[in-house]
């Protein structure tokens, strides 16, 4: 479980496609909602919404071959 606010998920957003470009702005990042949004089921909605959003980030991120979640990346040192 990730505590953190929605301004922070989309300064994630704009910094992760600052740096990687195409691949992170295709993703559809979720808008915001200004009417109800202290609703549980808005906060249900939003949260359902991020999380896809972040499947798809770490699913994309890891074919970033700069990307830190890049699947070669690996803390393991390979031996000829």
């Given at each position: 479980t990730l505590f953190r606010r929605y301004r922070q998920f989309?300064?994630?957003h704009t910094q992760l496609v600052n740096r990687y470009g195409v691949p992170i702005q295709s993703l559809p990042f979720p808008?915001?909602?200004l009417f109800g949004s202290k609703t549980e089921a808005v906060s249900s909605e939003r949260q359902?919404?991020?999380q896809q959003y972040l499947n798809?980030?770490?699913n994309v991120a890891?074919?970033?071959a700069a990307c830190p979640l890049h699947?070669?990346?690996t803390r393991y040192i390979r031996w000829g």
């Open positions: 989309r300064d994630l808008g915001r909602k359902r919404e991020l798809s980030l770490i890891s074919k970033i699947k070669a990346h």
